[in-house]
């Protein structure tokens, strides 16, 4: 039998591991013989393709419109519930934006200083690092 598919008919009572108490109400599956076979080969593949896509389309690249990735969108967004004139901290901003961003704050943080090293939309204040000589922006 090949690899690539589960038999169903194999799997019935004498194949399946009895239970290791005795007074366990544990009993078998229905072992009926339905014949279905499952291909496991390619499943796999296409989840990754569509998944690899969803993330290209939806989050990696910017939005026609108004050239932000989502997770940009939401930090701008974060940022002008948070405005009282102040500057905030940057880990402020990403604990706040973490309400709307389901990622890590990692990803938050390091969309942050991109915007602020290209000097868009956020006035900075500090060390953001440096694109040109490749320096890290300090802890948030």
Known sequence: MSDDFIDKEEQNEENIPAPENEHSDYKPADTKNTGVKHQLSGMYQNWFLDYASYVIL?????H????????QRRILHSMKRLDDGRYNKVANIVGHT?????????SIGDALVQLGQKDLLIDCQGN???????DGAAAP
């Open 64 to 71: 026609i419109n108004d050239g932000l990735k989502p997770v």
């Open 58 to 62: 939806e989050r990696a690249v910017p």
């Open 128 to 134: 953001w690092g440096n694109i040109l000589t490749g």
């Open 98 to 106: 973490m309400q709307f961003h389901p990622h890590g704050d990692a």
